[in-house]
């Protein structure tokens, strides 16, 4: 599904009675929107973190409340939302339900904003990771219909799964599982190992590409740089555009990947590993992670496993946060 710019607001089908509303936390937006009973988008849009939001969990969880509280205000003139789902780009405790770990924002530990939003919009509110509830979306109304047994990696902001079994997604004691980002994964650069989220999010990838062009300046990259740096979308862009440089640094972070992701297919011989994160990334990762996953898994296991990149684009959290929410009812 095509993206919609802060200012646009996708139109809302007044056939529909009720709603939920979805919100995930991305590396430079909150994703927001609401989806009827099934998933279908009724509205979505992006706004960004305002600079007092990048620095302080107050003005975050502010900010948070009140981008919820707008499209549920909208919302309202066709269909009253019935639940709240926030996705979480880190670790959420499901027994406390606070949040205990949070990539490239502040932290939000200290406040308990399940409380607050129940509060401020006394409907059931769950919150859960981003990868959680984008695994969740897709076995909905994505590419894991059907499967039982399969893993959801998400990379961005942080780099987390969200593990499906007997058709149900796992959580662990506390709601803990999939914290894939957390294993080690050996780099020669460093000499050791060193945790996944560190060779494999979208900050570390930029990074590491900064530190590769300080040997090989033929990159387009080099230019970006020069002119005051590059994303990681910039780094997914001149992929596609021929870059090798891009191409080989999509790769290398696939092979980090792969390091983790053949133990996983080893140990609980999964029916598929679906990649997700920035849509435009997932082809160049899946084919890398898939190619360096042969070399590692035995072969029985991988004959049952598929790689493949998710379906749903950059509404999946949102999706899957609010039809979790609707559990609650």
């Not at 992929?239 to 891009?246: I, K, N, Q």
């Not at 297919?265 to 160049?284: D, E, K």
């Given at each position: 599904?095509?993206?919609?710019?802060?200012?646009?607001?996708?139109p809302?089908?007044?056939?529909?009675?009720?709603?939920?509303?979805?919100?995930?936390?991305?590396?430079?937006?909150?994703?927001?929107?609401?989806?009827?009973?099934?998933?279908?988008?009724?509205?979505?849009?992006?706004?960004?973190?305002?600079?007092?939001?990048?620095?302080?969990?107050?003005?975050?969880?502010?900010?948070?409340?009140s981008?919820?509280?707008?499209?549920?205000?909208?919302?309202?003139?066709?269909?009253?939302?019935?639940?709240?789902?926030?996705?979480?780009?880190g670790?959420?405790?499901?027994?406390?339900?606070?949040?205990?770990?949070?990539?490239?924002?502040?932290?939000?530990?200290?406040?308990?904003?399940?409380h607050?939003?129940?509060?401020?919009?006394?409907?059931?509110?769950?919150?859960?990771?981003?990868?959680?509830?984008?695994a969740?979306a897709?076995?909905?109304?994505?590419?894991?219909?059907?499967?039982?047994?399969?893993?959801?990696?998400h990379?961005?902001?942080?780099?987390?799964?969200?593990l499906?079994?007997?058709?149900?997604?796992?959580?662990?004691?506390?709601?803990?599982?999939?914290?894939?980002?957390?294993?080690?994964?050996?780099?020669?650069?460093?000499?050791?190992?060193?945790?996944?989220?560190?060779?494999?999010?979208?900050?570390?990838?930029?990074?590491?590409?900064?530190?590769?062009?300080?040997?090989?300046?033929?990159?387009?990259?080099?230019?970006?740089?020069?002119?005051?740096?590059?994303?990681y979308?910039?780094?997914?862009?001149?992929?596609?555009?021929?870059d090798?440089?891009?191409?080989?640094?999509?790769?290398?972070t696939?092979?980090f990947?792969?390091?983790?992701?053949?133990?996983?297919?080893?140990?609980l011989?999964?029916?598929?590993?679906?990649?997700?994160?920035?849509?435009?990334?997932?082809p160049?990762?899946?084919?890398?992670?898939?190619?360096?996953?042969?070399?590692?898994?035995?072969?029985a296991?991988?004959d049952?496993?598929?790689?493949?990149?998710?379906?749903?684009?950059?509404?999946?959290?949102?999706?899957?946060?609010?039809?979790?929410?609707?559990?609650?009812?």
């Amino acid at each position: 599904m095509a993206q919609t710019s802060s200012s646009q607001v996708s139109p809302q089908a007044p056939t529909h009675k009720s709603a939920l509303l979805g919100v995930d936390l991305g590396s430079n937006h909150i994703r927001v929107g609401t989806v009827d009973s099934v998933g279908g988008v009724l509205a979505f849009r992006r706004e960004p973190y305002s600079e007092q939001a990048r620095k302080n969990a107050r003005a975050l969880a502010d900010q948070i409340l009140s981008v919820a509280r707008q499209m549920m205000d909208e919302q309202a003139a066709t269909a009253p939302v019935l639940a709240v789902g926030v996705a979480f780009p880190g670790l959420v405790n499901q027994n406390t339900r606070r949040v205990i770990e949070i990539s490239q924002l502040p932290s939000l530990v200290e406040i308990d904003l399940h409380h607050e939003f129940t509060r401020a919009f006394g409907v059931p509110t769950y919150f859960e990771s981003n990868a959680n509830a984008a695994a969740f979306a897709e076995m909905k109304a994505g590419v894991a219909r059907g499967v039982n047994d399969w893993l959801y990696l998400h990379i961005g902001a942080n780099v987390s799964a969200g593990l499906t079994m007997g058709g149900r997604l796992q959580r662990g004691k506390s709601g803990l599982a999939g914290a894939i980002g957390n294993m080690s994964v050996y780099s020669e650069h460093l000499g050791g190992s060193a945790p996944l989220q560190s060779m494999a999010s979208a900050e570390s990838i930029v990074r590491r590409t900064r530190e590769r062009l300080e040997k090989d300046r033929t990159s387009s990259l080099s230019k970006l740089g020069a002119m005051g740096g590059f994303t990681y979308d910039d780094i997914i862009a001149q992929a596609h555009a021929g870059d090798d440089l891009a191409k080989m640094m999509l790769s290398r972070t696939g092979a980090f990947i792969a390091m983790t992701i053949a133990d996983v297919i080893n140990l609980l011989n999964l029916a598929m590993v679906a990649i997700g994160g920035a849509p435009a990334a997932r082809p160049f990762l899946a084919a890398s992670i898939a190619t360096e996953v042969r070399e590692r898994s035995f072969s029985a296991a991988l004959d049952d496993c598929r790689i493949v990149a998710a379906e749903l684009e950059v509404e999946a959290s949102v999706i899957g946060a609010a039809l979790l929410a609707s559990e609650e009812i």
